[in-house]
């Protein structure tokens, strides 16, 4: 068990010493790092007396939004007026009006964004409610066209719906090739003007979005610019409800163009058991050829956002006591089916991780071998999820003193599965560690799986795994410097174990200065025996405060100083960062395993403490009122 490492130093001071921290597969290696405090002197010679000369790493995690729609997408269209140009300029920092009035602005602008627009119709609304002539030429649209401006509320509203409802349709209600791409090359040609590489970043994607109540979708990313993009158009579920059919046609578009790209699927808790499946999507045998090109091709997953977290359940995890966080686990996306307890191992990602591990024993190749992502999926234009900054998910739950009971999703199967305001969490963002705020630099640290996810707070984590790690290794500024020369990062393998060693991980996380101090650390670790069966298990490794473990080896809970009725917290609890080099003491070098690192904060207040607040609402006990965010690491796999 590992010891904690409370640091009583300010944060301010910490922000300053941690800039230099970064990462990347492709560094220029130096060796003479701080080790300890009495080889201070021997160290720093004169030919080594900046220690930052030669450097070649990324200093800082670069914060963004990969799941983001605007009133482009159909469904977010017939309520939100906000269109792409909006989600940018929000994005960066400036201040703009939601579709409700309300004056909306970020805490810290991110540094990229992709605005993942739904390719279904891709662009329908606007071209619509401005009368195209193109969609005016075809009758399906000519006669929305003239129910939405008719001024009859229960007409509009009825239309609404109805066009809502034809994205779930197997045939598009028109041939919108034109229409598409009239709207896809305005949208690329905005990407690249609000790209401003070492600034802002502006990636350029879509959402394929099939088996709309089961959730198998997906954000496309392409590395290039708009002359990349435009080569091709948003692949959609008219095209094909088989997510393996994107696949294939992302694989034709890379060989074609010679371009990349990448998908990131998302909401596996809501897929009902088929987001990680063991099978093809029409129920045969997963084959190694299927398996491989979804490996290549799904990098990452996004295991948290407004929808829930998808990183654990307690059902699957009964022994992890943080594996209960903003569950939604009732149902299917739009409560149509009820969810069976067989169906939570393929929804999960630390699920998932282990099921990857045996199917890469039967194939040849892992799956599910992917990092961790997260993103909001607001269609209100604007990523905004800090628990006092909260503009939820869509339209009809931005602030107000109703919002927390409003109907999110309303379930036509059974009104107990109907989602109301309350349940949205409010999350969240992906942290990138890239070389350069650029396209490119982004895109290719997914690629490596150099990213983590978090619950909306932007702390800074670092994790290395290697076989030489020591406990001094901790008194180092730059965990980066020393987590390269001795091991390798996050999103990375090891490799066959050196005789008589096992694995030593190196982890470090600094606050985010706008929210709570750190809980702890832990490593959660999953591993396949001998006989294919797999096992996971969860290490408190630092921790804060003067605790210490019970002798079952549980540690206390860190308390709580949240005052739920002023929407207030104190961090005189919790530790400013956390650093530990960590052994696994249950290690079988036979045995393929994987480990990622979960930062945990101290208490703070939940989004619906600070709605109570502002509007002196009193909610039910139902409605939480306290969090505790956090960041999920990408894996480091043990692979023999």
């Given amino acids: 068990m590992g010891r904690p490492h409370p640091l009583a130093i300010s944060v301010l001071a910490l922000a300053s010493l941690w800039q230099a921290s970064g990462s990347s597969l492709a560094q220029e290696r130096h060796t003479e790092y701080v080790q300890t405090e009495e080889d201070v002197a021997s160290k720093l010679g004169v030919k080594q007396f900046s220690p930052y000369a030669g450097r070649s790493y990324p200093t800082r995690p670069l914060w963004g939004d990969q799941h983001l729609h605007t009133e482009i997408s159909v469904d977010a269209g017939t309520m939100t007026r906000l269109g792409q140009e909006d989600a940018y300029r929000f994005?960066?920092?400036e201040e703009v009006a939601s579709t409700t009035g309300v004056r909306a602005k970020l805490s810290r602008p991110l540094d990229w964004l992709v605005i993942s627009d739904h390719a279904e119709m891709y662009g329908l609304m606007p071209q619509l409610l401005s009368g195209d002539r193109d969609l005016l030429a075809t009758a399906q649209g000519k006669s929305w066209y003239d129910a939405l401006k008719s001024g009859d509320k229960e007409k509009m509203f009825a239309t609404a719906m109805d066009i809502v409802a034809a994205l779930s349709k197997p045939e598009p209600p028109f041939k919108s090739d034109k229409i598409v791409r009239k709207a896809w090359e305005k949208y690329t040609a905005l990407a690249d003007k609000y790209n401003e590489p070492g600034r802002f970043s502006a990636i350029i994607g879509y959402e394929y979005t099939t088996r709309g109540g089961y959730n198998l979708h997906r954000n496309v990313l392409f590395r290039g610019d708009a002359s990349v993009a435009n080569q091709t158009l948003p692949f959609s579920q008219f095209d094909s409800q088989n997510?393996?059919?994107?696949?294939?046609?992302?694989?034709?578009?890379?060989?074609?163009?010679?371009?990349?790209v990448l998908a990131i699927p998302h909401n596996?808790?809501?897929?009902?058991?088929?987001?990680?499946?063991?099978e093809t999507n029409d129920g045969q045998p997963l084959t190694k050829e299927i398996a491989a090109l979804r490996a290549r091709l799904e990098p990452l997953v996004e295991v948290t956002q407004i929808k829930g977290d998808s990183e654990a359940h307690p059902f699957l995890s009964p022994n992890d006591e943080f594996a209960d966080y903003e569950k939604w686990d009732s149902a299917n996306l739009d409560g149509t089916e009820i969810k069976q307890k067989d169906m939570l191992q393929y929804e999960y990602a630390r699920s998932a991780l282990k099921i990857g591990l045996q199917l890469e024993k039967k194939l040849g190749v892992n799956p599910y071998k992917f990092g961790m992502a997260a993103g909001t999926d607001a269609h209100t234009a604007l990523t905004a999820v800090a628990e006092n900054n909260f503009f939820g998910k869509h339209s009809g739950v931005e602030p107000s003193s109703k919002r927390w009971e409003h109907v999110v999703i309303k379930s036509p199967k059974d009104p107990s599965l109907t989602t109301l305001g309350w349940q949205q969490a409010a999350g969240g963002y992906t942290a990138v560690w890239?070389?350069?705020?650029?396209?490119?630099?982004?895109?290719?640290?997914?690629?490596?799986k150099e990213t983590y996810a978090t619950t909306g707070p932007r702390m800074t984590v670092r994790f290395f795994g290697g076989w030489d790690f020591v406990k001094e290794d901790t008194l180092s500024r730059e965990p980066a410097?020393?987590?390269?020369?001795?091991?390798?990062?996050?999103?990375?393998?090891?490799?066959?174990?050196?005789?008589?060693?096992?694995?030593?991980?190196?982890?470090?996380?600094?606050?985010?200065?706008?929210?709570?101090?750190?809980?702890?650390?832990?490593?959660?670790?999953?591993?396949?025996?001998?006989?294919?069966?797999?096992?996971e298990r969860v290490y408190d490794v630092v921790w804060s405060d003067d605790r210490k473990p019970d002798a079952r080896g549980k540690l206390p809970p860190v308390g709580n100083t949240v005052k739920v009725e002023n929407a207030t917290w104190t961090n005189t609890i919790g530790a400013p960062e956390l650093i530990t080099v960590w052994t696994d003491p249950d290690f079988d070098p036979t045995q393929h395993a994987f480990y990622y690192a979960r930062v945990?904060?101290?208490?703070?207040?939940r989004w619906t403490a600070y709605e109570a607040k502002r509007f002196g609402v009193a909610m039910p006990k139902k409605v939480p009122m306290v969090t505790q965010e956090r960041a999920y690491t990408s894996p480091i796999w043990y692979a023999p």
């Fill in 268 to 278: 596996g808790n809501l897929s009902n058991g088929l987001m990680f499946s063991i």
């Fill in 600 to 605: 945990i904060e101290i208490p703070t207040p």
């Fill in 243 to 260: 997510p393996e059919d994107l696949w294939k046609a992302l694989d034709t578009f890379e060989k074609k163009t010679g371009a990349d």
């Fill in 434 to 448: 890239a070389n350069a705020n650029t396209r490119e630099a982004i895109f290719d640290a997914m690629v490596r």
């Fill in 481 to 535: 410097s020393i987590g390269y020369d001795k091991g390798v990062p996050m999103g990375s393998d090891l490799r066959q174990a050196p005789e008589g060693k096992s694995p030593t991980f190196l982890v470090a996380a600094l606050k985010d200065a706008l929210s709570g101090n750190l809980d702890r650390i832990q490593i959660i670790k999953g591993w396949m025996n001998t006989d294919g069966k797999t096992e």
């Fill in 91 to 93: 994005a960066r920092g």
